[in-house]
């Protein structure tokens, strides 16, 4: 946690091995309200100097590996990965009314807060034929929006992120956005949820727009993407399955457990 790099060098001179692994633009200094008290432990030009003496970095996209490589050429990119074999696909039931739903912390809330004008808007639209929830450790401040709050629990996330109809993952496009590795989507996408995320940074990878999720730039894309997706049940199951697959298929612990192992394989042979 502090801004010496003692502890690692120490490990060099042992002679061991270093992977540095990271998903997030951790060289710039972001400060959220919640872990402000905190901010005098980090020093985040720290993050070069560990990249210089690791072996082998991993790191979780294109736009991170592309930093990386100012300091060190052992670079391998390895997308944040979800256990499929665990994650039960949503199942597809008619409900009164169609659930818009965000996960995340504290830390990360003030995303969730760009899309409320937006929700806002669609709220006026649909009326009584919406809801909105929320799945976080602290329910923020938000106003005006009528957000059921789910306190998030590792025991029942799963079954909590289920009630979601369609997921959002709005984003700011600056640099410490660029450097996320699309968590929040992936986590949707997993449970066969559709989603409808900000075209920042990995988002574009992993979001084939109108077939396995949706990307939105601006207020009058988010709110015509998340209407059609409102309006039609056909749509929302047949964007929930392709996005399982392309989840199954491209970020999964089964796609890539191999050739994560033959990395550590590599390097200690």
Request: glycine share 6%.
């Amino acid at each position: 946690m502090y801004g010496s790099t003692f502890f690692e060098r120490q490990f060099k001179r042992k002679g061991a091995q270093i992977i540095l692994d990271f998903d997030d633009s951790i060289w710039l200094m972001d400060v959220s309200e919640a872990n402000k008290d905190l901010k005098w432990l980090k020093r985040p030009s720290k993050t070069s100097e560990l990249i210089q003496i690791s072996n082998m970095v991993f790191v979780g996209n294109n736009y991170l590996a592309d930093y990386t490589r100012q300091f060190n050429h052992n670079v391998r990119i390895i997308p944040t990965t979800l256990d499929t074999n665990n994650i039960p696909l949503k199942e597809y039931i008619p409900s009164e009314k169609i659930c818009i739903g965000w996960t995340g912390s504290r830390t990360t809330i003030k995303h969730f807060e760009l899309a409320v004008p937006i929700l806002k808007k669609i709220k006026e639209k649909y009326n009584n034929k919406i809801k909105f929830k929320l799945i976080s450790d602290a329910p923020g401040n938000i106003d005006n929006l009528l957000l059921e709050f789910c306190k998030w629990n590792k025991d029942t996330e799963i079954g909590d992120l289920q009630e979601f109809d369609i997921g959002i993952m709005p984003l700011p496009d600056d640099e410490w956005s660029r450097g996320k590795c699309g968590f929040k989507g992936l986590q949707y996408m997993a449970l066969g949820i559709p989603a409808v995320l900000s075209p920042v940074g990995v988002n574009t990878e992993i979001v084939q727009d109108g077939v396995n999720g949706f990307l939105a730039a601006n207020d009058e894309e988010w709110i015509e993407k998340l209407s059609l997706l409102i309006e039609s049940p056909d749509l929302r199951k047949k964007i929930g399955l392709n996005g399982r697959k392309t989840i199954v298929e491209k970020y999964s612990f089964n796609a890539w457990k191999e050739k994560y192992i033959s990395y550590f394989e590599e390097l200690v042979n």
